[in-house]
């Protein structure tokens, strides 16, 4: 596709049910990041994928939160035991780049909007 | 403690005026700065990307500025359209962040009325 595509586009989920929530990247590229944007805030980093190599999950907020990358291309972001608290936007993003450090632009998809009820 | 501050939180402006944006970030050492741009509902849109050396930088209507020496960056909407209703966000890399991760601010968000 052209650009970043995120499934499901809003995901509505029972307190304590497992969720998972889909990205795929621009071909080719070769970073994925997941961000959580909650409402009227800017993102907040999640976790870094460099190819199928995950090098930073350190903004994943608990272990029940679960990403991989296994092929180098799509992935996927899994809470288990989903929260109220985990509400929010799930924003996946990629670059030709590695990191986020260069001039290469960030691509971000439309997100996925969870709500846990 | 946010890094990246941008004021005003919110603006209303009619259609056709010029409005302007700012951003002031403490991140240092510095990398490069970036506006983006989110429709509701959608992912950021990538409007500039400037290094420390530049100061300006535009597209289309849009023109950022960047002061290095203190630390303010101001994004510039010149005629404003109705499309350009959204929250605009700026975001600071640093070196020292490695490579992994952005300073968000929290955007600026615009309402262009006719």
């Known amino acids: 596709g052209a650009g970043v595509s995120q499934s499901p586009r809003y995901k509505v989920a029972k307190r304590g049910q497992d969720v998972a929530l889909r990205c795929d990247p621009i071909?080719?590229?070769?970073?994925l990041f997941w961000y959580q944007q909650a409402l009227g805030q800017g993102p907040e980093f999640l976790t870094y994928f460099q190819n199928e190599a995950q090098l930073d999950k350190s903004g994943l907020p608990s272990d029940r939160f679960f990403a991989e990358r296994p092929e180098g291309s799509v992935s996927t972001l899994k809470i288990q035991r989903t929260q109220q608290e985990d509400s929010a936007v799930y924003l996946c993003?990629?670059?030709?780049?590695?990191?986020?450090?260069?001039?290469?632009?960030?691509?971000f998809g439309s997100g996925t909007q969870l709500s846990v009820l | 403690k946010n890094q990246v501050e941008q004021s005003p939180q919110s603006l209303i402006i009619l259609e056709g005026k010029n409005c302007t944006l700012q951003?002031?970030?403490?991140?240092?050492?510095?990398?490069?700065l970036r506006w983006y741009k989110q429709d509701t509902g959608r992912g950021p849109v990538s409007l500039t990307i400037?290094?420390?050396?530049?100061n300006t930088k535009s597209n289309g209507r849009y023109t950022a500025t960047l002061d290095a020496d203190t630390k303010q960056s101001s994004l510039h909407i010149t005629a404003s359209q109705l499309s350009d209703s959204a929250s605009y966000i700026c975001v600071v890399t640093s070196p020292d962040y490695g490579n992994n991760r952005l300073a968000f601010g929290k955007g600026n968000q615009v309402v262009v009325i006719p």
């Open positions: 071909s080719g590229h070769v970073s």
């Open positions: 951003c002031n970030y403490t991140v240092s050492p510095f990398s490069n």
């Open positions: 993003a990629s670059s030709l780049a590695e990191g986020a450090g260069s001039n290469e632009k960030l691509f």
């Open positions: 400037m290094t420390f050396s530049e």
